[in-house]
T-cell receptor, first 114, second 115 residues
Framework: AQSVTQLGSHVSVSEGALVLLRCNYS??????LFWYVQYPNQGLQLLLK??????LVKGINGFEAEFKKSETSFHLTKPSAHMSDAAEYFC????????????FGTGTKLQVIP | DTAVSQTPKYLVTQMGNDKSIKCEQN?????MYWYKQDSKKFLKIMFS???????INETVPNRFSPKSPDKAHLNLHINSLELGDSAVYFC??????????????FGPGTRLLVL
């Protein structure tokens, strides 16, 4: 069984401020972890993913996430928010070595204030 | 070129009708999916096909029937539409189903409204 919990359905930051979106996972086997972004009226696109090669993962648009097994977390960060970062962000988990059944979190809507 | 395309983009219909949504991917992927996203943005997998074979079938009413004529296409037919079927339906594809780490590529979504 696997699940992800995203803390905070809405997060507001000022332009230029640090972005921190929280994700905790639960998995009975070693997980793969993903962050996807959804812009208004669009489909999801991959920001970054953890595939056990490195615990600190860098993605597109200046985002990065760190896999912390001891905390079962995979938080997403960006040092300086840009207006174009306003979107819905989804954390997702998939079991290693199994069928590609990805479980998504409930999403966090990021608002960037000018 | 659009990697994963869906038609129609919007679908407004009456309760009780039957409708289909089409999905095509030109990425050469082996696996395709249907997801349902509700009004609260919760995204839930419905079906997954690998090389035209059904591999994931979540607890979806049997009014929903996926069909994969070839590995580049996965269509979704819905019979006897109900108000609760109103949602955004996303098609997605990935290269492989067995590794678990594959990136999924999503279509733009079909916004279904049942009146």
């Amino acid at each position: 069984a696997q699940s992800v919990t995203q803390l905070g359905s809405h997060v507001s930051v000022s332009e230029g401020a640090l972005v921190l979106l929280r994700c905790n996972y639960s998995s009975s086997v070693p997980p793969y972890l993903f962050w996807y972004v959804q812009y208004p009226n669009q489909g999801l696109q991959l920001l970054l993913k953890y595939t056990s090669a490195a615990t600190l993962v860098k993605g597109i648009n200046g985002f990065e996430a760190e896999f912390k097994k001891s905390e079962t977390s995979f938080h997403l960060t960006k040092p300086s928010a840009h207006m174009s970062d306003a979107a819905e962000y989804f954390c997702a988990v998939s079991p290693q070595g199994g069928y590609q059944k990805v479980t998504f979190g409930t999403g966090t809507k990021l608002q960037v204030i000018p | 070129d659009t990697a994963v395309s869906q038609t129609p983009k919007y679908l407004v219909t009456q309760m009780g009708n039957d409708k289909s949504i089409k999905c095509e991917q030109n990425l050469g992927h082996d696996t395709m999916y249907w997801y349902k996203q509700d009004s609260k943005k919760f995204l839930k997998i419905m079906f997954s096909y690998n090389n035209k074979e059904l591999i994931i079938n979540e607890t979806v009413p049997n009014r929903f029937s996926p069909k994969s004529p070839d590995k580049a296409h996965l269509n979704l037919h819905i019979n006897s539409l109900e108000l609760g079927d109103s949602a955004v339906y996303f098609c997605a594809s990935s290269q492989d189903r067995t590794s678990g780490q594959e990136t999924q590529y999503f279509g733009p979504g079909t916004r279904l409204l049942v009146l």
